[in-house]
């Protein structure tokens, strides 16, 4: 009885250990490289529906994405779906995202990144150029997928 007993108690602890496992850190790296180049691919002239499904793809069903500068936080992968195709109204002239710096932890990425564009957005009558220097912490689920963005803008 003993016995079995320990063996249930090993198999529990075994399996609780399997689910907080972490993902190697190569994997992260290619996870968030991926993650920015379906950002910037949502944000081009000939940007689609099916670009920003893409990148909604990356987020975990239930996941948060904090913007801290401008104090908001999207929790809704439809709301940030309809919000990202409202955006298609902005007229892109170019946009580019360039990584600068990644930092590599236990699932989680902090990506230092600068994006450059020009824009002409939907309710402005003139064209905006801006380049930006940002970081972003992506924090990962057990699947692979982003449970957290904390964004901080420059």
């Given at each position: 009885?003993?016995?079995?007993?320990?063996?249930?108690?090993?198999?529990?602890?075994?399996?609780?250990?399997?689910?907080?496992?972490?993902?190697?850190?190569?994997?992260?790296?290619?996870?968030?490289?991926?993650?920015i180049q379906a950002k910037n691919a949502?944000?081009?002239?000939?940007?689609?529906?099916?670009?920003?499904?893409?990148?909604?793809?990356?987020?975990?069903?239930?996941?948060?994405?904090?913007?801290?500068?401008?104090?908001?936080?999207?929790?809704?992968?439809?709301?940030?779906?309809?919000?990202?195709?409202?955006?298609?109204?902005?007229?892109?002239?170019?946009?580019?995202?360039?990584?600068?710096?990644?930092?590599?932890?236990?699932?989680?990425?902090?990506?230092?990144?600068?994006?450059?564009?020009?824009?002409?957005?939907?309710?402005?009558?003139?064209?905006?150029?801006?380049?930006?220097?940002?970081?972003?912490?992506l924090e990962f689920d057990d699947n692979?997928?982003?449970?957290?963005?904390?964004?901080?803008?420059?």
């Open positions: 009885m003993k016995f079995l007993i320990s063996l249930i108690t090993l198999i529990i602890f075994s399996l609780s250990a399997l689910a907080d496992e972490t993902l190697p850190e190569s994997v992260l790296k290619q996870k968030a490289e991926a993650f949502r944000q081009q002239p000939n940007t689609t529906v099916e670009d920003i499904d893409h990148f909604i793809s990356f987020l975990a069903d239930e996941f948060i994405d904090e913007h801290l500068k401008f104090n908001v936080t999207m929790t809704s992968k439809e709301e940030l779906r309809q919000g990202v195709i409202a955006k298609m109204k902005d007229k892109v002239i170019f946009s580019e995202i360039k990584i600068d710096q990644m930092m590599i932890g236990s699932n989680v990425v902090f990506v230092k990144y600068t994006e450059h564009a020009k824009v002409k957005p939907s309710h402005m009558d003139k064209v905006i150029e801006y380049t930006s220097t940002n970081i972003m912490s692979g997928l982003i449970k957290h963005i904390r964004r901080h803008h420059a």
